[in-house]
């Protein structure tokens, strides 16, 4: 069986973890909790304030409460994401508005933000599939001449940059992933990235139940308090004694996994003259992406199915990725589309991810490849059958 996917362990992860045991280092906020803080600040070159999370979802939550949104704010986003990034707003009662993404990065099309504001709007969420960054500068432009907030999903973005920036620390707000499924993780975990200072003190305070206790152990202040909402947002130390580990053997991951994508990439795109699938067309700044995800295209939903179905049989395990969030049932009560789905729901539907994760090797990738070639082709032949009878 080759699977989709195989979390990244590189063996040392239980040398800080032995440690942390032996410092009694164990809930949020303590030692390895500030090493990784420090760390993230280092490698992203942020010059904002990097606050471990539980998890990207609620590093989302908490950049929903710290724009104080009230019941009807609206916030633009694009419906092929995961549902965290919807549901973070919703849950402060905002209503969410989708627009149409680009077909060659999945990513919200840039050019159709500024047709969707309106008087309620408060922020737009952009979302990096795949660590390949969003059209930022166009973006952010749209943002300070609407006085809107950006809040970048960088989920998938751990070492992903765009024009020199690390993706997340160019909207007002980033939030990263340390899901197991991640590049780089620690089973459940994240980060926000508070890139706005105006949000710095609130962003501490939210995290730690709505209490000051973080400038209390910087020593700011002699006892700390209730002072405002907030919830349990911080990051168990042990689950930082771990991540550190992975950490600071990224470069090395981005480096591997990247050239696992090069081959993929070239060893597809060396069949031309097969029909069935299109790759990605990376552009010059795809190529600063991280390797998070490899995808093709396949012709329609059907074709898409049969696929997976034949490598299943060949024992791959391949998957498609989100469904649209516009067209979930829940979905349909607290959004709405803006313009048209010209290939939100297409592109989603021929989209088709393929086992990528740090130990897989490239002889496991040819054996993909054939195993695509083979599916297709009986697919074609069995298509011109039934077509002939
Ligand atoms: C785009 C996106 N946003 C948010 C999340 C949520 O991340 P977490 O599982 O760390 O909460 C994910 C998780 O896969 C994701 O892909």
Excluded at 59 to 68: G, I, R
Excluded at 264 to 277: D, M, Q, R, V, W
Excluded at 278 to 302: G, M, Q, R, V, W
């Amino acid at each position: 069986m080759i699977p989709f996917h195989e979390p990244y362990i590189n063996g040392s992860e239980t040398n800080y973890l032995t440690d942390a045991v032996r410092r009694q280092s164990f809930s949020g906020a303590g030692h390895y909790t500030q090493a990784c803080e420090s760390f993230l600040t280092n490698f992203t070159k942020s010059s904002g304030e990097v606050l471990l999370t539980s998890s990207c979802t609620h590093a989302l939550e908490m950049s929903a409460l710290l724009l104080d949104l009230q019941p009807g704010d609206e916030i633009i986003m694009p419906s092929f994401t995961f549902v965290s990034s919807a549901n973070a707003f919703v849950l402060r009662g905002a209503k969410i508005v989708f627009v149409d993404i680009r077909p060659d990065t999945m990513n919200i099309d840039e050019q159709l933000i500024e047709g969707a504001i309106t008087a309620r709007t408060k922020a737009i969420l952009v979302m990096h599939y795949g660590g390949v960054a969003c059209e930022m500068d166009t973006i952010m432009s749209i943002a300070t001449k609407h006085q809107l907030k950006v809040i970048e999903d960088a989920a998938q973005c751990m070492d992903a940059w765009y024009k020199g920036k690390h993706l997340g620390t160019i909207g007002d707000f980033g939030t990263i992933s340390f899901h197991a499924s991640k590049n780089i993780h620690c089973g459940e975990g994240g980060a926000l990235l508070v890139n706005n200072q105006a949000f710095y003190e609130r962003a501490e305070i939210l995290r730690e139940k709505g209490t000051n206790r973080k400038a209390f152990l910087r020593g700011d202040i002699d006892k700390y308090s209730w002072v405002d909402i907030g919830s349990s947002y911080l990051m168990s130390d042990l689950s930082a004694a771990f991540l550190l580990s992975q950490l600071e053997t990224v470069t090395l991951v981005t480096q591997k996994r990247k050239a696992l994508w090069n081959y993929y990439y070239k060893k597809l795109g060396a069949h031309k003259s097969t029909e069935g699938f299109h790759l990605p067309a990376p552009s010059e700044k795809d190529l600063h992406h991280n390797a998070h995800i490899f995808y093709i295209h396949t012709n329609d939903l059907d074709q898409r199915i049969r696929l997976i179905k034949k490598l299943k049989e060949k024992n791959i395990q391949a998957y498609f990725h989100y469904i649209p969030l516009h067209s979930s049932a829940y979905g349909k009560k607290h959004s709405r589309f803006h313009g048209e789905d010209k290939f939100t729901t297409s592109k989603s539907n021929s989209l088709l991810r393929l086992p990528l994760f740090y130990s897989l090797s490239k002889i496991q990738i040819d054996t993909i490849v054939e195993a695509i070639y083979t599916s297709l082709a009986s697919n074609t032949a069995n298509t011109t059958f039934l077509k002939k009878v």
